[in-house]
């Protein structure tokens, strides 16, 4: 068994990758933990376009919690995401504030979720703009 401290779902979006980079770099957990890269981020856990993209969502999770066992799952959104603009659930374009408060609607569905499936895990949700802030969405 390969126990890892941490998964990690983020964006694939190019824009943020630097400030993802060191913001999990600067984690306690930075040196073990499992990167699952979806269009979107959290979008298909809790509103998937087509239930397919929600159950491979949740399967790439499950097989991260059954394989590495962590006890922590991080999730990053960001500002302008194309995944949650796709049908306007979040439009592009919004300013920092909305646009996390936005993703804090979300996430919080998604805690419920998650905590029905996983009651014994401990989850975090970050956003992050454009210039690069993080900050802790506590839903
Ligand atoms: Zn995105």
Redesign the pocket.
Known sequence: MHKAKACVIG???FR?RGATDNFLKSESWADSYDLISI???SRDFIKPMKETHGDYAWLQLGLSIKLHEPDLVVFV??Q?????AQDGTIPGGLERDEDREKHSEMLEQLKGKLLEKYPNLLFRFYHIDFDGGVKELLV
């Open positions: 964006c694939i979006d943020f269009a979107g981020s959104d960001h302008d995401c194309g995944g949650y």
